[in-house]
């Protein structure tokens, strides 16, 4: 008990002080986690819509395979990433392994799913009549789709943030592609990981109330957006 | 509604450039050539060694080291496959045949330092009395104490092994043997919250001990040697490695300054050194 209560003072104590290493890491979770963000929504939103209103052979399984890459295991994002940006891997040339960039496209690959699979569904889910009316009223096919994807814009910030609360949270393939390097690629949960390895739960608490209310604030935010014009 | 929707977007289109524009400088620091990657063990990381050693470095000589802390026998896999420059580990056997397989430029002694027998205070093994590690190994697999080992081709999980054979017991697959497959650091924590033996560093140790109500329950036996070496991984075998930095670090760590730094590492801290200098020694020698 007495350590919860000390690592919840040290949480304050880091954050009060503007402590530079930790106020460094979580800036650098959030770079990392919202740049991943936003180049998974570019492309979920894109692939998410055109699967959502095409009808092609093998689309079932294109639809499948989707939504199990909503549940992509990090780690295993991790160990493919790794191997491919290997010096001596296929992406080597890049000599991007153990750097930000390298934590940022492991990211993006697990949050792309979840962006992805939220979009189909939600585009999905608006009434077929609506598309058929919006064509009816001599729109465009860009205008429709447009249209299509402002109406689901609700729906699609639950996949910013199920995208986001993914990836901020996310420590298997973070470590192992990014390597935790201090004042580099350290990030909240990596750094976690390391202080309980080294026995300074205090510090490990103080990360991880860093990150719980960095997560809270981004969702609130969103949540804010997204409920502004619910009540009609 | 359409003017909150393009207040929405200017919104994250703004929050677009102002990530991105942040994350690029962070990850074009340091020139490639300039990087050095570093695998090393758990121990240096995990005692704060490196957090000390590698600022230092970096100033001197400009090299931009990337610390990736795994056991020794994953270091070792990435210096075999060219994804490290350096490498700091502290597992003999394995650098030999690293060294022989031809893997390596060279082998230097760094430090050293010693492993030590760890458990509850109770001793329910009553190892405290035994005459030789081998021994005190002896009676906690005939007591069927709970032993819980790293498990993760680590120098320390090497060592551990080593000190099995000797004592001719095999304790794969027994009930009271575990395997956490985690670092030095977690694996005392488990040993803490379970009151199990385990087969610790002392640096780690001297650098977690406030938490784990953990005691020493052997030490100072010539077995229970460990010392640390830095290999420069060998650039003929791969090209692609940083074989000049590799060497400015393996220099570095020789060098009197850092022996020095090595040598009072901790004492203000833990009231005891973590490492003891070695370098210019030779490995047959420590210990005598």
Redesign the interface.
């Known amino acids: 008990m007495n350590l919860i209560i000390e690592g919840i003072q040290k949480a304050f104590f880091l954050i009060f002080t503007l402590d530079a290493e930790v106020l460094g890491i979580t ?2 979770s ?3 986690s ?2 991943a963000t ?1 180049i998974s929504l570019f492309i979920g939103i894109s692939v998410g819509t055109a699967v959502a209103l095409s009808r092609f052979p093998g689309r079932q399984l294109v639809v499948s395979l989707i939504n199990t890459g909503m549940g992509l295991p990090p780690v295993v994002v991790g160990l493919f990433v790794t191997i491919f940006l ?3 891997g296929p992406l ?1 040339f890049l ?7 390298a934590i ?1 496209l492991a990211q993006a690959v697990i949050a792309t799913p979840i962006v992805t699979g939220i979009t189909l569904a939600s585009i999905q889910n608006l009434p077929v009549n609506l598309r058929l009316q919006i064509l009816a009223l001599g729109a465009t096919r860009v205008q429709m789709v447009w249209l299509l994807v ?1 109406e689901a ?1 609700l729906p699609l910030l639950a996949a910013v943030m199920a995208g986001f609360g993914g990836i901020i949270s996310e420590v298997g393939a973070s470590i192992m592609v990014g ?4 004042g ?2 350290r990030v909240l949960t990596t750094a976690t990981v ?1 202080e ?4 300074n ?1 205090d510090v490990a608490i103080a990360l991880s109330i860093i990150l719980m209310l960095l997560a809270f604030f981004v969702n609130a935010i969103l949540t804010q ?1 997204q409920q ?2 619910r009540p009609r | 509604m359409k003017r909150e929707l393009k207040k929405v977007l200017g919104a994250a289109l703004v929050a677009a450039v102002f990530l991105i524009g942040m994350a690029l400088p962070a990850s074009a620091a340091g020139p490639a050539q300039k990087n050095l990657i570093l695998a090393t063990t758990t121990s240096t990381q995990d005692s704060g060694l490196l957090d000390v050693l590698i600022p230092v470095f970096e100033k001197k000589t400009g090299y931009f080291v990337k610390t990736i802390a795994v056991g020794s026998g994953q270091a070792m896999a990435m210096g075999q496959k060219g994804e490290a420059d350096v490498l700091l580990v502290h597992s003999p056997d394995a650098e030999k045949k690293f060294m022989t397989e031809g893997y390596g430029v060279n082998r230097l002694i760094v430090m050293h330092n010693d492993f030590i027998v760890i458990g509850a205070p109770a001793d329910p093994a009553a190892i405290k009395g035994a005459k030789s590690t081998v021994e005190a190994f002896k009676k906690i697999a005939a007591a069927g104490s709970l032993f819980l080992s790293r498990g993760d081709n680590s120098g320390t999980h090497a060592k551990e092994k080593g000190i099995w054979k000797a004592a001719g017991i095999n304790p794969e697959r027994q009930k009271w043997y575990q395997q956490t497959g985690l670092g030095m650091g977690q694996t005392l924590n488990v040993a803490a919250e379970k009151k199990g033996y385990t087969l610790a560093d002392r640096g780690t140790y001297l650098a977690l001990k406030k938490n784990l109500g953990l005691e020493i329950l052997k030490q100072g036996d010539p077995i229970l040697l460990n010392v640390y070496h830095v290999i420069p991984v060998n650039p003929a075998k791969w090209p692609k490695v940083n074989a000049d930095g590799a060497k400015t670090f393996s220099d570095f760590m020789v060098s009197a300054e850092t022996q020095g730094i090595i040598k009072t590492f901790g004492v203000e801290k833990y009231g005891g050194a973590l490492f003891f200098p070695d370098a210019g020694k030779k490995e047959d020698d420590l210990g005598k």
Do not use: A, C, D, H
Request: no cysteine; hydrophobic share 35%; charged share 20%.
């Open positions: 800036l650098l959030l770079q990392v919202g740049t936003l290997w010096r001596n080597g000599e991007i392994l153990y750097t930000p960039t940022i402002k814009r390597g935790n390097i201090r580099y690629s390391m309980t390895g080294r026995g739960f957006i502004r014009e």
